[in-house]
């Protein structure tokens, strides 16, 4: 296999073989971040329309074999920790950021979820890696309020952790427009403030146009408005656009957003005491 296989943009999990658990450099990690893809049926509760899952369902996870997982767990952090894997295949100096929940649908869906943090804290202790590395869960915050998603995540107080909370917008049309579902203001609520309770929260924002058409001045102010509650709660916010074409078959025409465009959008969000990254 060649050097330097994994890179920002080659993010295909299929390069080395395995059910659930995937490498890859992240932008966003700053580095190499081993994913645990939970749903291998590629089913998500929600269905964005820039979504770049294949073949997306929606649904739940199929049942996880947990054994399989913690085999495949061990032998890639054996090969990221006890072997030549960063030096052999991506650049120099890339680092081993994080383990994270980065599936193709939504891993709290799981009902085994609070059995794989289990397996994760084991491995995590087993390899000394707890403040070496961060434990992200990647989610759209469906299940947060959950009191088995809420007692999983409690198991994980201790360690280094993260959870990416995902919020495109909070006007009830934008949702359905772009992430298909049907979400109230008071359910985003209760699920971002049971995320914050859990762990360091960052929200992450794509924003794309939309049928040529740039977020709205009402959309963004709205997001802004719902985010002032928290902005002395929230870690940060991370603002990106379409990175590779949605998976999703839609009558809508989906643009990315300029690096520039973006970066007039995070100008406005920076009125929040939250800091804004943007990744474009
Ligand atoms: S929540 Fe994530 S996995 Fe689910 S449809 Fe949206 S982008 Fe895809």
Redo the contacts with the bound molecule.
Sequence with gaps: MPIDILTITNHDRNIFQGKYIYPVVSRRAGGLSLGINL?TNNA?????I????PN?VRGKPETINLKELESELDYWLDQIINKSFLSQYTKSKTEFKDIAFSG???PTASKQFKDVICILIKKINEYKLDKKIIIRLIT?GSYMANPVIQESLSLIRNFNREIWF?IDGVKEHDIQTV?QVNLSLVTIKKNLEAALNNGPTVIQTCFFKLNEQLPSLESLGAYINFLKLYENKVKGIHLYSLARLSEQPSQNKLTRLTKFELEVIASKIKILNIPVQIFS
């Design positions: 749903n998500c509760n929600w269905q964005c820039y979504c770049e899952v997306l193709n649908g939504e759209n995902k992430n």
